[in-house]
């Protein structure tokens, strides 16, 4: 039982460049979210999904796109990279009230 | 949209103190109140929750207490312990799957 894993670990982009990050769950969640941490600060909630083929947007929902073909995976594209998205971005999945969360990919934009 | 506080933003305690921290939101709908600590480097971990329909949940030294009326819960830990040094974070939960993070608390227990 791996848990909630991300993919890549670390990742540095051009600005305009597009990427995916990788969000997988093995515990059969229903929920799973993606937020994005600056440093010195919280988490700030990014989109959100309730079920495979059912997502929503959370407090910061610019420039990111997410889908959810399956329950065990939500990736995170970021369309045109900027500088503005350097961040660590958490996954985490959910069945009722405990979030669990993946170990973060730590992100560049240059 | 909702409003999440954390107060102090910094708690420096002497090993064996007690600490609290507490948070306020915005949302009266929200029915699920956790608290997460997370260490340099890692990924946040849950600690300790509570839900709506309870005042108060202790789990060894650390507790919750929930005020719905006014609208915060309180995180406290009692004799506290370096290993307890990390940031600690509310993310009050609204609706089914939203949880909006405070901004933490750096929490030092100095030896």
């Known amino acids: 039982n791996a848990g909630v894993t991300q993919t890549p670990k670390f990742q540095v982009l051009k600005t305009g460049q597009s990427m995916t990050l990788q969000c997988a769950q093995d515990?059969?969640?229903?929920?799973m979210s993606w937020y994005r941490q600056d440093p010195g600060m919280g988490l700030r909630l990014i989109h959100y999904?309730?079920?495979?083929?059912?997502?929503d947007q959370g407090e910061v929902p610019n420039g990111y796109n997410v889908s959810r073909s399956t329950t065990e995976d939500f990736p995170l594209r970021l369309l045109s990279a900027a500088p503005s998205q350097t961040s660590v971005y958490f996954c985490?999945?959910?069945?009722?009230?405990?979030?669990?969360f993946g170990p973060g990919t730590r992100l560049t934009v240059l | 949209g909702e409003n999440v506080e954390q107060h102090p933003s910094t708690l420096s305690v002497q090993e064996g103190d007690s600490a609290v921290i507490k948070c306020t939101y915005s949302d009266s709908a929200s029915n699920y109140f956790p608290w997460y600590k997370q260490e340099l480097g890692k990924r946040p971990q849950l600690i300790i929750d509570?839900?709506?329909?309870?005042g108060e949940k202790k789990d060894q030294r650390i507790a919750v207490t929930l005020n719905k009326t006014a609208k915060h819960f309180s995180l406290h830990i009692t004799e506290t312990q370096p290993e307890d040094s990390a940031v600690y974070f509310c993310a009050p939960r609204s609706g089914t799957y939203k949880y909006i993070f405070g901004t933490g608390t750096r929490l030092k227990v100095l030896a």
């Open positions: 999904s309730v079920g495979a083929g059912i997502t």
């Open positions: 509570i839900r709506s329909n309870v």
């Open positions: 985490a999945s959910s069945r009722q009230d405990e979030q669990f």
């Open positions: 515990m059969n969640h229903e929920y």
